[in-house]
């Protein structure tokens, strides 16, 4: 009995959602960003999910890059987030609101 | 019919069971008498200042993110040996540019020095007649980000 | 088969739990532990999906270099007077419906395809590491080469931006 994609899918919805739920009530931006990981992470099972049900190996080279990318994403992302603290003190994302209009 | 990963899963749970099996069985075992500098943090028999969690200096971050870029350019090059016996030169030269143009930002962090560690200079005690030893602390300055 | 499921349902069980952890947690240290787990649980649903390249690859990059990226983050933006990790929360409420919103047009999607066009299941266990590199070299080679270029952009762009300015 092997275990349906549909149950792959309801496991990355289920962190998608809990992902984004950290996104929009968390004022850390260092906790913003793990769950902005979160999300990443659920959209790349989904994907490797498609591409071992559909016998397909070219969701997994795409993985393999968003993985890539992630990894840069991170490295930019927390150097903005330290650029912010050493000038404004915080990284209450409420605080800095410096672009909000 | 046991896979290769499900030898891994096999150590894993090993693992696991040895350690809190282990960190279980002592805490049926031993006698529990703590009193206050039982339970201080241990720092060598020195008496323990301040938290742990002070905040570190920039420089790990940017030996971490230097580490994280050259990472995921290790993990590019498994791939590429696998099938590099089939390729040969055309997959010699691919990976020649790919590790040229990090190359390049192994480069940077150099010149600019951020792999040197600059050591912090030692304050000597200023010692006049007198007075003493004067109080050396760091300045809000100094332990800055 | 039956210990398949199992093990599908204990990572799973795994994973979502500790995204939980991570979203909900008010101390941010264990919020990073926590990832830790769900990096390793989805690690293990990839091998489950016959992706074992990439689950080694998950636990090498996520685990072992955003991660850690991620504690220095938190170690660098604590205050060194007064040691704040905990961490607040803002707007319950329309959070909570757009959470709502998403979940459903998401769980909606998932659901159209739970009873779709009978998919096959995976195939026995192969390697996956030479079919990528394969690929990589033929017909992902331009992609190959932009992700050192973006590798080489995040390096320079992010040691500049931590750069502690003497002179400021």
Request: overall charge neutral; glycine content about 8%.
């Amino acid at each position: 009995m092997e275990i349906p994609l549909s149950y792959y899918l309801c496991l990355s919805v289920v962190l998608f959602v809990v992902g984004v739920a950290g996104v929009l009530t968390r004022r850390n931006a260092i906790v913003v960003f793990m769950c902005i990981e979160l999300m990443l992470n659920s959209v790349n099972l989904t994907l490797i999910a498609f591409s071992s049900f559909l016998g397909s190996i070219t969701g997994q080279a795409l993985v393999f890059f968003a993985m890539a990318v992630a990894a840069a994403e991170a490295a930019v992302g927390l150097a903005i987030v330290i650029a912010i603290y050493r000038n404004k003190r915080t990284v209450d994302i409420d605080k800095i609101n410096i672009l909000k209009w | 019919m046991i896979t290769d990963f499900g030898r891994v899963l096999i150590f894993l749970i090993v693992g696991v069971v040895f350690v809190a099996g282990g960190l279980i069985v002592a805490w049926l075992l031993r006698p529990n008498r703590p009193y206050p500098s039982k339970l201080a943090t241990y720092e060598c028999g020195e008496v323990p200042v301040g938290d742990t969690r002070v905040r570190f200096n920039v420089r790990f971050y940017v030996v971490a993110l230097i580490f994280l870029i050259f990472d995921v350019e290790v993990v590019f090059l498994f791939p590429w040996a696998v099938v590099y016996k089939n390729l040969g030169w055309f997959a010699f030269i691919e990976m020649l540019v790919f590790l040229g143009m990090l190359a390049v930002g192994y480069a940077y962090v150099w010149r600019k020095g951020d792999l040197d560690w600059d050591k912090p200079a030692p304050k000597v005690p200023r010692y006049e007649k007198g007075i003493g030893v004067q109080e050396t602390r760091m300045t809000e300055e100094e332990i800055a980000v | 088969m039956q210990l398949f499921d199992v093990v599908f349902y204990v990572f799973a069980l795994i994973t979502i739990l500790s995204g939980c952890v991570v979203v909900f947690s008010k101390n941010i240290i264990y919020a990073a532990f926590s990832l830790l787990f769900t990096f390793f649980g989805v690690a293990a649903l990839y091998v489950l999906l016959h992706a074992d390249f990439l689950a080694v690859t998950q636990i090498l990059i996520y685990v072992g270099g955003i991660l850690v990226l991620l504690l220095f983050g938190v170690m660098l933006t604590n205050n060194v007077i007064s040691v704040e990790m905990k961490t607040g929360t803002i707007q319950a409420i329309p959070a909570l419906i757009i959470v709502a919103i998403v979940a459903g047009t998401l769980a909606g999607l998932s659901y159209s395809t739970w009873k779709g066009v009978a998919v096959p299941a995976p195939g026995g266990p192969q390697t996956t590491t030479g079919t990528l590199g394969q690929m990589l070299m033929t017909s992902y080679v331009i992609p190959f080469e932009i992700a050192s270029v973006v590798l080489l952009v995040a390096l320079i762009g992010a040691a500049m931006t931590a750069r502690r300015h003497r002179n400021s």
